[in-house]
């Protein structure tokens, strides 16, 4: 075999080599995108689960979902979402047709647990409230509330009210999992996630005072100033007993009021000292005198003429 005919068969086994590669990088493109433009089955709620509810199989159904849009944790059948003699249970509320995923659900085995839910180095504080200081029912979990004490001081005899955390999201609110069974046991309490330090003045405050929360705007910052509010400043005033940084608005006054604490009084420019007036010299007395049908006046004592 000369050299001219190993030069062409090696370039054959090439250009070969090369077109199985591209043939084969179509055929398996064609068959990922024919695999996610189909559809599979997931597991969803067919009833609303709330806190520490007991997965079963007649409270999951399986509906047909797209495969390039599955979430991620998701369950495509019953084995793998209810292992034979391993119990699940709902970490938070799943509503109805809702996915049901692992990051909301308790681990194969394993009792509805919280701390599955907390960030790394959060803690999960719970205190006790009532419906009032709850807010009459309307916090949820995932809200975000503001947690305010009030108290009075040793010795003292007036009650003040400070704002002991800001921005505290709500793990879970009136409901405690403690049941052998995973059920959810109803008590006056909330759970919050917090920082360990935090965690710390919320079992000193509950001791101290009473814990009242505050609703807050999802997404609102945190407020820089804060006031500590006494039995003084239980009155009606545009101003209030507190100290608003300038500037300040307060409900309709605003730019009046914006206006009365910023902009200073202009302070009124010294008068300059007037000299007095001289009084004017008495006027001399006049002697008038007629000669026939001509007068003429005289001053006394000068020389008029």
């Not at 043939?23 to 493109?29: L, P, Q, R």
């Not at 089955?41 to 390039?68: E, N, Q, R, S």
């Not at 209810?82 to 119990?87: F, I, Q, S």
Request: aromatic residues 6%.
């Amino acid at each position: 075999m000369n050299r001219q005919t190993m030069i062409a068969l090696a370039v054959a086994v090439v250009l070969g080599l090369f077109a199985v590669f591209i043939a084969n990088s179509y055929i398996s493109g064609r068959e990922q995108k024919a695999d996610l433009t189909g559809t599979t089955k997931v597991a969803v709620a067919a009833v609303p689960l709330a806190y520490g509810t007991d997965i079963t199989p007649d409270k999951i159904k399986f509906v047909d979902y797209p495969k390039a849009s599955l979430p991620p944790g998701s369950f495509t059948n019953a084995a793998q979402l209810l292992p034979e003699g391993k119990k699940r249970f709902a970490l938070m509320t799943i509503s109805i047709n809702e996915p049901v995923l692992a990051s909301k659900i308790s681990g194969e085995g394993q009792g509805a647990s919280i701390a599955a839910l907390l960030p790394e180095g959060m803690r999960a504080a719970t205190v006790r409230i009532n419906d009032v200081s709850g807010v009459a029912g309307f916090i949820q979990p995932n809200d975000s509330v503001d947690v305010l004490i009030t108290r009075t001081p040793p010795g003292g005899n007036q009650q003040f009210t400070d704002v002991l955390l800001q921005n505290v999201r709500v793990i879970a609110i009136d409901q405690e999992a403690k049941n052998s069974d995973g059920t959810p046991k109803l008590a006056r309490t909330a759970t919050f996630e917090v920082s360990p330090i935090d965690a710390q003045k919320l079992a000193l405050a509950q001791e101290a005072g009473n814990l009242s929360l505050v609703l807050r705007k999802p997404g609102e910052a945190n407020n820089p100033v804060v006031e500590t509010v006494s039995n003084n400043d239980l009155r009606y005033n545009m101003y209030g007993g507190a100290r608003y940084p300038a500037p300040a608005s307060v409900g309709n006054y605003g730019a009046a009021l914006t206006e009365a604490i910023t902009v200073p009084k202009p302070t009124p420019a010294p008068r300059r000292a007037v000299a007095p007036k001289k009084k004017a010299a008495p006027e001399k007395p006049k002697v008038e005198v007629f000669r026939g049908t001509q007068s003429n006046e005289y001053k006394v004592g000068g020389y008029g003429g």
